[in-house]
């Protein structure tokens, strides 16, 4: 499903280049559930949104379901992106003018989904999440844990088939913590690619392989 | 659908989560989309909407024209030619303004009418709502003359709206006329006109020959006719007939004209300059707000960013955006047309005297049209800067921004530019306004030509059937002359055929009797006696005044010409004692007055000689000059004028000041709605200016305490802002003088004595705009200045 072959991403740095990002070379097939870990500032966040193609500034090359997406302009790839990806990000980014059920309505409203059914699956992830009493608050009434549980819940809620989690769990009370991978856990056993970015050992032991992140270089599988 | 109706949903929202910026976008928005509805009412009543007549386009006014003049009024004889030789028309008629005395009952009353030929009304295609209209044969000779058809508005004050009216007897100017009709409200063009009489065409007598030009002629051409072809088959019977026209006029043509081109012509230019003006205005106006939004466009950004990696494609994005600027822009026009509701009310006071009361601006649904297009256009504009920026968002630079968010450069250079645009904008406006003010000024320092000041004036009738002969409407003015002027605290008294500034006069063909006749030099005639030249303050210059011994029947024929016609016709002799070719008689020139402006303040004075009101005691107006204010004189005239003759009732009270303010009038209204706009203008562009330097200042309050705790003054501080704040305006003005010194031209036939480029007007224009500009900067960039540079960091 992704392959990338000799990914850079560096930021232009007086004089010279500063990479992120490191001839990255990863194929991961469909079905996967990858765990991506390493130290902090070592370019996990920046490899997950070049993976949902959210960052554009790299160079190499990145296969996405055989379409390479290096030769693809920004338009082809947000499609791409709208098509396939659930983004959980590590900011949670809810929109602060949306109620809980409006946030996790966006996703379905850009995917023409009829009113009808989006309704029901409005309802169905917020019982699923167990947040039904919040779905009129808005983000900034919400404990930083109910918002990361809210993105999490945004991002499987189109029932995308890559989820791309940066630190799904980092707010949350073990217990919560544990029903999300769980959660990840069966969407993985129907398909679903997940690849996630955690400090977590106990999380990590949800995936298949773990790839470690050093310094922009891929320090082991 | 509803993927729509939910951005409307999240759009009110964030309209109401920020109630000051949605408050002043709405408003400043209302200001600009008020005054352009407002405008716009009167342009659609004058230039768009059709008179109120059925089938109005096949209406036209047919002029004689000569040379120099292409719309003049029509003689009798060549209506006669129109009428018996044209197959273009379903209707042609005449028409002359008249004014009668209605007499019997009340006090007597002066009554403006219309004398027209019995196919008017049809023409217009106006049937009377009771009773009939005339019918073929009520304007022939010996036919039956004395009838009358009441407008509803006299119809309504003088006999109640009775409807039994039809076959009662009115009297006019002493003679009995039966009514036989009432019109309905509103249809004539005429305001002043209260009846319509028949037009008595009396072929044998001078009143239908082709050489006195008094009369108005409107037709109805059939379907399908266009006005050329009318015109060329009219020019084609003057062709014909030219022989048994007077000689000189072999070069006369004929000019026909669509009816509302006649009202149109007039205001156009004036609505122009107007609807120019509320277009920047409106341009200012979107500029501030698109300048508003872009404010907030942090956050906002970071929002659509948001939406983008949830899979909003940039359409989705740009919608939403736009659906919010338009429902700002509804807002704005809601509000708006209540602000239009008053404006029209004040246009409709200012345009009053320039327009009929049929073409006097309504809301109506054309104008709510234009309106709502109007903010719609205006919701695109300035919402697609906005949207345009945020719909391509750097998604991982937005994303990973924080609220406190920093200004990007090409986010400045946007507020720049849309405060480059609001300063040009607001030059603009600010240059036309200043050369409509310095006309307006030099014009008010006019001379007229005779003093205006404590004077009063009014006008007489002479009713036939009262004063049958000229030496009885003679008597009477002389008797009149001595009793008023016994009156105390009058210092003069004059009457003359025409007073100055009155839509009135009379011009004629005049030349040196003793060269051969000509017929290319027209002079205003005006006929006088009494003291009139020191009633109207006019300083003789040569010679002698017209005296009383000069007004007898039988009294020599002598001139008094003013200083035009003696330097067209003597311009190196001695004029008095000269004889001047006039009438067809021979008069000798016995005095020299300086030029009046007899009809237009604007516009240079017409050569013009005054001869003995005895060769014409035909229309009177009286000129007094008192030594008190004049108005307390009224009662005491009025008096002693019921004492000579109580049927006589005196019409149009005023005072020469009143006349020339008067003629100021579609001046004043312009320059004080340019004011009006300009005024608005100026406050948007400053609102525009301070709102991005406080925005530019927040943004960059850290770096400028960095700099004040590194060592730096607060003046070093302030240059800085100020530098920064000056630049997009100084901008802004050059690029707008580069468009006024363009643009002014089109303004140059509106102005009086001022030249499009005048220097004085561009200079102070720049100047007040550099001011208002230096202030809305002075005071952020002080704020800026004085903040702790600590308290600043440490909130950081
Ligand atoms: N705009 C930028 N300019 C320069 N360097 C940047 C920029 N954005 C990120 N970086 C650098 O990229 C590196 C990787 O950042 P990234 O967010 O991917 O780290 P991370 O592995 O997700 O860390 P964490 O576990 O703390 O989330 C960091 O060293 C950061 O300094
Ligand atoms: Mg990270």
């Given amino acids: ?221 | 659908m509803s993927a729509l109706f939910q951005d409307i949903k999240y759009g009110l929202r964030m309209l109401a989560k920020n109630p000051g910026f949605t408050a002043v976008a709405i408003i400043t928005l209302a200001l600009g989309i008020g005054a352009n509805t407002a405008i716009f009412s009167v342009v659609n009543s004058v230039l768009i909407k059709p008179l109120p007549y059925p089938d109005s386009q096949q209406l036209v006014r047919i002029y004689e024209t000569l040379p120099g003049f292409d719309r003049n009024s029509v003689s009798g004889g060549a209506f006669k030619d129109w009428h018996g030789q044209s197959s273009k028309f379903a209707h042609l008629a005449v028409y002359e303004e008249t004014r009668l005395n209605l007499t019997g009952g009340r006090m007597p009353e002066r009554v403006s009418g219309l004398k027209v030929s019995s196919e008017f009304l049809s023409a217009l295609g106006v049937t009377p709502t009771v009773g009939r209209g005339f019918v073929a044969g009520e304007d022939a000779v010996g036919g039956n003359n004395r009838v009358i058809v009441l407008t509803h508005q006299l119809w309504q004050g003088r006999f109640g709206g009775d409807a039994g009216v039809v076959a009662r007897t009115v009297s006019l100017d002493q003679i009995p006329y039966t009514v036989i009709g009432v019109l309905p409200p509103n249809v004539l063009l005429q305001d002043d006109a209260m009846f319509l009489v028949p037009d008595v065409i009396d072929a044998a007598g001078a009143n239908w020959e082709r050489a006195g030009h008094w009369r108005q002629v409107i037709g109805r051409v059939l379907p399908g006719v266009t006005v050329s072809e009318v015109q060329a088959e009219l020019r084609g019977i003057k062709q014909r007939l030219t022989a048994e026209y007077p000689s000189f006029k072999t070069d006369w043509s004929v000019a026909v004209v669509p009816m509302q081109e006649v009202y149109a012509g007039d205001t156009r230019p004036i609505l122009v300059v107007l609807l120019g003006a509320v277009a920047l205005v409106l341009l200012i106006a979107c500029a501030n707000v698109s300048n508003l939004l872009l404010a907030r466009g942090n956050a906002r950004s970071r929002e659509m960013a948001i939406r983008a990696a949830l899979g909003a494609d940039s359409w989705r994005i740009v919608r939403q955006i736009l659906v919010e600027s338009l429902l700002l822009a509804v807002a704005g026009c809601a509000v708006g047309l209540l602000f239009a509701l008053f404006g029209v009310k004040l246009l409709t006071s200012m345009f009053a005297g320039l327009l009929p009361q049929v073409l006097q601006p309504k809301l109506d649904i054309n104008v709510l049209v234009f309106s709502i297009g109007v903010a719609c256009g205006c919701g695109l504009l300035f919402g697609i800067l906005p949207a345009w920026r945020t719909s391509k968002p750097d998604l991982n630079h937005a994303l990973k921004e924080t609220e406190r968010a920093s200004a990007s450069r090409s986010k400045r250079r946007s507020q720049s530019f849309l405060v480059v645009s609001e300063f040009a904008f607001t030059l603009m406006l600010l240059v036309g306004v200043g050369l409509f003010l310095r006309s307006f000024v030099l014009l008010l320092e006019t001379n007229p030509g005779f003093n205006p000041r404590q004077t009063l004036a009014f006008d007489l009738s002479f009713p036939d059937a009262k004063y049958p002969k000229g030496e009885d409407r003679l008597r009477f003015i002389k008797d009149l002359n001595a009793r008023v002027a016994a009156l105390p605290g009058v210092e003069s008294v004059g009457a003359t055929s025409a007073l100055p500034l009155s839509n009135d006069g009379r011009t004629e063909f005049a030349g040196r009797a003793d060269k051969p006749p000509r017929t290319d030099y027209i002079v205003a005639c005006n006929f006088v006696s009494g003291d009139y030249f020191s009633a109207m303050g006019m300083p003789l210059l040569r010679g002698r005044a017209i005296s009383e011994s000069d007004n007898h029947a039988k009294a020599s024929r002598v001139l008094v010409v003013d200083e035009s016609v003696v330097r067209d016709l003597y311009p190196d002799e001695d004029p008095i004692g000269q004889h001047l070719s006039f009438l067809d008689e021979s008069w000798e020139i016995v005095g020299i007055v300086a030029p009046v402006r007899q009809f237009f303040l604007d516009r240079d004075p017409r050569p013009t000689v005054y001869g003995p009101q005895s060769y014409s005691p035909m229309s009177t107006s009286m000129i007094i000059r008192t030594a008190q204010p004049a108005l307390a004189l009224v009662k005491a005239v009025r008096k002693t004028i019921l004492e000579a003759d109580p049927d006589q009732p005196i019409a149009n009270v005023r005072t020469l000041e009143q006349a020339v303010r008067n003629s100021l009038a579609p001046r004043r209204t312009t320059l004080i709605l340019l004011g009006l706009f300009a005024t608005v203008a100026i406050s948007l562009a400053s609102v525009g200016i301070y709102g991005m330097m406080s925005c530019a200042i927040g943004q960059r309050t850290r770096e400028l305490c960095i700099c004040t705790a590194l060592g730096a003054q607060r003046r070093d501080i302030m240059r800085l802002v100020l530098i920064g704040g000056m630049k997009p305006s100084i901008i802004g003005i050059v690029v707008g003088l580069a468009a006024a010194l363009a643009l002014a031209r089109l303004l140059e036939s509106q102005l009086f004595e001022v030249k499009a480029h005048d220097p004085l007007v561009f200079i102070a224009s720049v100047c007040l705009l550099g001011l208002v500009a230096a202030l809305s900067i002075y005071f952020p960039a002080r704020r800026a200045a004085k903040v702790d540079p600590m308290v600043a960091l440490r909130y950081e």
């Fill in chain 1, 1 to 221: 499903m992704i392959k990338l072959h000799n990914l850079d991403r560096y930021y232009p740095l007086a004089g010279g280049r500063y990479y992120v990002l490191r001839r990255i070379a990863l194929d991961i097939p469909e079905g996967e559930f990858v765990t991506i870990m390493g130290p902090s500032g070592a370019g996990k966040s920046t490899l997950l949104s070049i993976l949902g193609m959210l960052d554009a500034g790299w160079e190499g090359e990145f296969f996405f379901f055989e379409q390479p997406v290096h030769k693809l302009d920004p338009k082809r790839r947000m499609e791409l992106n709208k098509r396939y990806v659930g983004f959980v990000f590590q900011q949670y980014h809810l929109l602060d003018n949306l109620t809980v059920a409006e946030n996790l309505d966006i996703p379905l409203s850009y995917r023409d989904v009829k009113l009808a059914e989006r309704k029901a699956l409005v309802a169905d992830t917020l019982d699923r999440f167990q947040i039904v009493g919040k779905k009129d608050l808005f983000p900034s009434q919400l404990s930083g844990g109910q918002q990361q549980l809210v993105a999490v819940a945004r991002a499987v809620i189109a029932s995308p088939k890559l989820i791309l989690a940066d630190e799904p769990t980092g707010n949350l009370h073990s217990g919560q913590g544990k029903e999300i991978m769980e959660l990840f856990k069966k969407l993985n056993n129907e398909g679903t690619t997940i690849v996630q970015v955690t400090h977590s050992e106990a999380n990590a032991a949800y995936g298949h392989r773990i790839i470690k992140l050093q310094d922009g270089w891929i320090a082991g599988n």
